[in-house]
């Protein structure tokens, strides 16, 4: 499809005359063009290199095509800054204005349900109001990068796509933060439900059922699914002074030796496996370094090999350290008695605290000293809290942003060495030793009392079609895999996964090619996935932060099935079920394809053995039967032909659905049930046509020669013809 008419297939009618004139700008290049092959300038026009401050250069008045096209491209860009300026602006007057109704309701308000569902709408309006400007924002976005992607090719002499859209980033309605938006509605939606914010953690000794479910989000439905948690969940900020916009910048730094040990155990869900990570909070030098330990019990299932047990939150046990102490404590010279000393000081901890907090610091020593760990890798990402204060019943987690980084440069000194425990942002960091996460993550977990069952909205929220379960990933694992491809003797299930690859090939070593293809990218022969541009430090919040070039989806060719054969499998209890939180994901092994042939194999063989047995009813028929036979044979003939096009659509249907890793349920739960019925039916049709030729015969006999020789009538009947007869 041409972008010119996707954009007007995508544009807002309300705002048409708003949107990028990519019709206009698409007509000075052609008229470029035709200005260039004019003057025969097609190999580049000729400019003198110098000048002369006493010579009067000779005016052109008149405008190139080209020269129009920038000027254009210019007005272009600042009507979508205006346009978005004044509709941001328009949100926060609605926005504040909201809020001070809100928080000026009496106790009579209070009480009122239509006013507060007045409130609700309008809440709702403003949160719809504002996931239109951000598509507003991509689609004009996205029409820059194409226009100039069109004036490089058409005009190859003068490029000016790279320079151009590092001026774009530059924009205010490009660069600008609005998720100051999504906080306040977030307060709006909390005051109107009236939520009860507790000044002590709440009771879990009730709770039996704790899971956690992580999921894979586009970047481009990251605002949509932030719009569907606000009106039940408010955003939870620690300390607002960290946090930009909604979100806070985390910095982890994951501890391992050489062998990649605590990667592999980790990977291979070993009980007990210790991971040791340093992380602190905000954009600004680490203040307070945060010593987390995180242990994978017997009850912390992962799931990376495609389990169906429930994944339960791993738990994190933490201390707090100043950052001169903590290359002495990784080295193991710090002692607990000086670590002691600075709680007390700082008043971090309390008394009753600081004995566990001592064991706590031996601990993870003993195991920093006894596995040689070294700082490995870093994650950064900005993260995103939905809770109540202190309830615990639905948390979520949003990381965006995510980039993961090789602690050690790989040409110098590591960390250690340099008497450092993270690595000198000085340094210039090479490709190979970065990756960024082409997603978002989301963390679900769900804290329920017995009999207490999962929130509706949590259901409407994983069965939106936005979340992809990805169970058991974690960045660690992930940027472990990415990065250090030599090292590394197994990795996780979600690496095959199309949608990573190019994060992936990114970062690979120029000396390993690219990966070798998957056997479902072989046989899936998908679109080749797209790069990023590289352009590192560029930022659009309204883009999610994310440089990239979204195409409009081509269609495709592939095999359709009959609209019948859709409704078949798009209805109860066929239709698609995303899973619950607490269920995971099966990995797609490749005995899963092979059991899909087994299966159709298998319906193969029942209409075959149907249509040998109409096909021998016709060959061994006699004469006087002939017609009987016929009729059974017509009968079991076409559900034999029935069932091998129907046993067709659904393996092609089932591999489809294997193939494309879609969440629903493979068995077919209608196919079986109708197959039986055709049978019985058949079977019946057969045993009433042999009961009406019997009465008939029995009718026609004479009654005396069936009374004095038996013998004689049995050979009349129809038994004795088909199959004791010669």
Not at 159 to 187: E, M
Not at 364 to 390: A, C, E, G, H
Not at 483 to 498: A, H, K, M, T
Request: overall charge negative; glycine content about 4%.
């Amino acid at each position: 499809m041409k972008f010119g008419k996707y954009l007007t297939e995508k544009e807002r009618p309300e705002w048409s005359g708003k949107y990028v004139d990519y019709g206009a700008l698409k007509d000075l290049i052609k008229d470029a063009c035709k200005e260039e092959e004019e003057k025969g300038m097609r190999g580049g026009s000729y400019s003198p290199r110098l000048t002369s401050l006493t010579v009067l250069r000779s005016e052109n008045k008149r405008d190139t095509a080209e020269e129009k096209f920038f000027q254009k491209l210019e007005e272009e860009v600042d009507k979508i800054g205006r346009f978005t300026f004044d509709m941001v602006e328009d949100l926060r007057g609605r926005l504040y204005s909201l809020q001070r109704r809100v928080e000026g309701r009496t106790e009579a308000d209070l009480k009122n349900v239509s006013l507060s569902d007045e409130l609700l709408k309008e809440a709702k309006s403003i949160g719809d109001e504002f996931l239109h400007l951000e598509k507003y924002v991509n689609l004009n976005y996205m029409g820059f990068h194409k226009i100039l992607k069109k004036h490089d090719k058409q005009l190859p002499h003068s490029p000016c796509r790279q320079f151009y859209i590092s001026h774009l980033h530059n924009q205010p309605w490009v660069q600008g933060s609005y998720a100051d938006l999504l906080v306040t509605l977030g307060k709006v939606y909390a005051e109107i439900r009236g939520d009860v914010v507790e000044s002590q953690p709440v009771d879990t000794s009730s709770v039996e059922v704790r899971s956690s479910t992580k999921y894979w989000i586009s970047m481009a439905d990251v605002s949509k699914v932030k719009h569907l948690v606000l009106p039940h969940l408010p955003v939870y900020q620690f300390d607002e002074n960290e946090y930009t916009g909604d979100s806070q910048l985390v910095n982890s730094v994951y501890l391992d030796n050489s062998s990649l040990e605590v990667y592999h155990r980790r990977l291979m869900e070993n009980p007990k496996t210790t991971v040791v990570r340093l992380s602190w909070y905000g954009s600004q030098d680490p203040m307070d370094v945060h010593v987390q330990r995180k242990v994978l019990s017997k009850d912390d299932i992962l799931g990376l090999v495609g389990t169906d047990r429930v994944m339960h939150p791993m738990e994190v046990d933490e201390f707090i350290l100043p950052p001169d102490m903590i290359v002495s404590f990784i080295e193991g010279e710090l002692e607990v008695k000086d670590a002691a000393e600075y709680w007390k000081k700082k008043q971090l901890y309390s008394d009753k605290n600081l004995e566990s907090k001592s064991a706590l610091f031996e601990e993870i020593k003993k195991t920093v000293d006894s596995k040689q760990l070294k700082p490995v890798l870093r994650s950064q990402y900005m993260r995103t809290y939905f809770q109540i204060p202190f309830d615990p019943t639905v948390q979520i987690k949003l990381d965006t942003n995510i980039t993961l980084m090789k602690e050690n440069p790989e040409d110098g000194q590591n960390c250690i060495s340099a008497g450092r425990w993270f690595r000198d942002p000085s340094l210039p960091v090479h490709r190979t030793e970065v990756t960024r996460f082409p997603h978002a993550v989301l963390d679900l977990r769900l804290a329920l009392a017995k009999g207490q069952e999962t929130p509706s909205w949590v259901q409407d929220l994983v069965m939106s079609g936005m979340l992809d379960e990805v169970n058991g990933f974690s960045k660690h694992l992930h940027g472990i895999t990415t990065l250090f491809p030599d090292v590394v003797q197994s990795v996780p299930y979600w690496v095959d996964r199309e949608s990573v690859r190019a994060s992936m090939l990114s970062s690979a070593p120029d000396s390993s090619q690219d990966m070798a293809p998957s056997a479902r990218d072989v046989f899936a022969k998908k679109e080749k996935p797209r790069r990023g541009t590289g352009e590192s430090g560029l930022r659009e919040p309204l883009l999610d932060d994310e440089d990239r070039e979204e195409e409009p989806r081509r269609e495709q060719k592939r095999y359709k099935t009959p609209a019948f054969i859709d409704w078949w499998f798009s209805k109860p209890p066929m239709q698609n079920r995303p899973k619950i939180p607490g269920h995971v994901e099966n990995k797609m092994e490749p005995k899963t394809y092979f059991a899909n042939e087994r299966t159709f194999l298998s319906w193969l063989h029942m209409a075959l053995t149907m249509g040998s047995i109409a096909t021998a009813m016709i060959g061994i028929s006699t004469d006087d039967a002939k017609s009987s036979s016929m009729l059974i044979a017509m009968i079991l003939l076409p559900a034999a032909i029935l069932m091998c096009f129907y046993s067709v659509i659904v393996y092609y249907w089932r591999s489809s659905a294997i193939l494309h890793q879609k969440e629903l349920y493979y068995d077919d739960r209608r196919g079986p049930l109708a197959l039986t019925c055709v049978i019985v039916s058949c079977l019946t049709g057969i045993l009433l046509l042999g009961l009406y030729e019997l009465f008939e015969e029995l009718k026609n006999t004479n009654q005396a020669e069936r009374n004095g020789s038996p013998h004689e009538w049995f050979r009349t009947t129809l038994f004795y013809k088909f199959f004791l007869s010669e």
